[in-house]
């Protein structure tokens, strides 16, 4: 699905040109298109959307009722909890450990939440937590086993993310033989989350012996992982029952989709669009996620300064972690400056033609994390906009 830049401009102002800035909008059209592509990536296995990257209800319930999506992969108890009570999906995968008690408490006090719900594991330690946060008679609580999914070629070599300290199939098995000796746990699920492929574009803009040295680390990495995941699989099957092996995420969709050992994928910045994923060549999706700020002066020629801008994504603090002007086209940041809490000058020949309360319109870096700047997100359908809440809009900040 290809963008005209000029078309979608006009577009997203006839539909929010009533509404004041700052505006968040997603384009249904991209968001569904972008929705259905990761579904033909991931060749017939289902889909678990990711709700850190969407942080929106309407949206989670919007991809659910499509064809190949199933499930949920939470980022924390608490949301888990209030999407199952919202009635927003029965299966929701927590992806990271917790240690919020009072969730905890609140999972093992109603059988629903505990049918529901798996929370992820990497050490016997942490269903130490489980049962001191909730002693007594309770449901069996439902564990994922976190596989570490990162490369370690030689020594100390490590690349990848710090996530589970199980990394060998030994270590996955012995862990999963703790917990089948554990009453009230049932390990019913396992994931490797692998970041070095996924979440690393192959093809950074102007870099190319960078890209050539990300290409063949993955290509090592990836015939490592694909060895080692099936092998911790069968450990961890010796002593439990797995209902699905998880894996991948919105960078790897095909190639995690491929991997026999794995039953599904998870995906959930495709939807949006975010300009991180401008540098893979396996798939780029189709922009649909834009946040819009007003021209409130003119310092000088070829500078037009918006109110507000720093909507920074988390990561390493470099560029790839800036918003990105992107309509009008031709804007870019001063170096000297950057997008800032309250004003961000922009330069460019675009910016002789704005005046006072004209639009520039962004691109986040990362997807889910704009939701975190406004209350609702402007749902585009053609040329109308309708409002739908954000997790904020909704009174949640589930890592505020």
Known sequence: MLTDRDALRRRLEKATGHLETPIAVVDLAAFDDNADRLTALAAGKPIRVASKSVRCRALLERVLARPGWRGVMAYTLAEAIWLVRRGVTDDVLVAYP?????ALRE???????????????????????????APGARPDVRLCLDLDASWR???????????????????????????????????VAMMSYEAHIAGVGDAPPGRALRARAIRLMQSRAWAELLERRAAAVRAVREHAELEYVNGGGTGSVAATGA???????????????????????????????FFALSVVRRPAPRIATVLGGGWIASG??????LPTPYLP????????????????????AAA??????????????????????????????????APAPTYRGEGHAFLG
């Open 259 to 289: 991997d026999p050992s794995v039953t599904e994928v998870t995906a959930g910045s495709g939807l949006y669009g975010p300009t991180l994923f401008d540098a893979y060549r396996s798939w780029r999706p189709t922009p649909a996620a």
């Open 329 to 348: 086209e031709g804007l870019s940041f001063k170096g000297d400056e950057g997008p800032g809490e309250v004003q961000t000058p922009l330069r460019g």
């Open 98 to 102: 917790t240690a919020d008690r009072a």
């Open 153 to 187: 070629p030689a020594g100390a070599l490590h690349v990848g993310v710090r996530r589970s300290p199980v990394h060998s199939a030994a270590q996955a098995g012995s862990l999963a033989r703790r917990i089948a000796a554990r009453p009230g746990f049932r390990l």
């Open 352 to 385: 002789d033609r704005l005046r006072p309360g004209d639009r520039v319109w962004f691109r986040h870096a990362k997807a889910g994390e704009l939701c975190e700047h406004v209350n609702e997100l402007q749902l585009i359908d053609g040329e109308t906009a």
């Open 107 to 133: 999972l093992t006090g109603d059988q629903r939440l505990a049918a529901a719900i798996s929370i992820m594991v990497d050490h016997p330690s942490q269903l130490d937590l489980v049962d001191r946060s």
């Open 316 to 321: 390493p603090a470099e560029a790839s972690r």
